[in-house]
């Protein structure tokens, strides 16, 4: 009788031991599952937005005057804001649920990340000139069209500098 006692309570600490570690796994799994799905791609867009404020903050110099720049800097400028208006709605779109982080305010309005992906690829557009542009085209540009790319991504992104 002593020794089906003792088994007993053997077998109740292994099972406790085996239901506690397999609790562990399906944890740590658990959340792996959510960082790698769920806030990896929402840190990833943030980053990416703060890479776009920095953008906004390194080439403003060229945006600003475009025709006192250099055509090497303009293109790379110009490379560099399209690649991250394309970046954004990729990031975007490989956030599972968005709609509901989105109601949660986790993350950016949808539309709001696609207006400002349009005027990400306004304002590099606007970067570079040529030589068939009129003063008065590049005046536009300078005065209206680039301040207002500018203002609407930093709006649009919550970007504040």
């Keep these: 009788m002593k020794a089906s006692h003792e088994m007993s309570e053997l077998f109740k600490i292994?099972?406790?031991?085996?239901?506690?570690?397999?609790s562990g796994i399906l944890v740590f799994v658990g959340g792996q599952l959510i960082a790698k799905f769920f806030?990896?791609?929402?840190?990833?867009?943030?980053?990416?937005?703060?890479?776009?404020a920095h953008s906004l903050i390194f080439y403003a110099n060229?945006?600003?005057?475009?025709?006192?720049?250099?055509?090497?800097?303009?293109?790379?400028?110009?490379?560099?804001?399209?690649?991250?208006?394309?970046?954004?709605r990729e990031r975007t779109h490989v956030i599972p649920w968005y709609k509901l982080w989105q109601s949660l305010r986790?993350?950016?309005?949808?539309?709001?990340?696609?207006?400002?992906?349009?005027?990400?690829?306004g304002l590099s557009?606007?970067?570079?000139?040529?030589?068939?542009?009129?003063?008065?085209?590049?005046?536009l540009t300078i005065n209206d069209h680039i301040p207002r790319?500018?203002?609407?991504?930093?709006?649009?992104?919550c970007i504040k500098f």
């Design 14 to 22: 292994v099972l406790t031991s085996s239901i506690t570690v397999l």
């Design 39 to 52: 806030i990896e791609p929402i840190h990833e867009q943030r980053r990416l937005i703060g890479e776009i």
């Design 62 to 88: 060229l945006y600003s005057n475009p025709v006192l720049s250099k055509p090497e800097r303009q293109n790379e400028a110009q490379k560099v804001l399209r690649r991250q208006a394309c970046q954004l």
């Design 106 to 121: 986790v993350v950016i309005k949808y539309n709001d990340i696609e207006e400002a992906s349009s005027h990400i690829i």
């Design 125 to 139: 557009n606007s970067v570079q000139t040529t030589p068939q542009l009129t003063q008065e085209m590049i005046d």
């Design 149 to 157: 790319h500018v203002k609407k991504i930093k709006e649009l992104l």
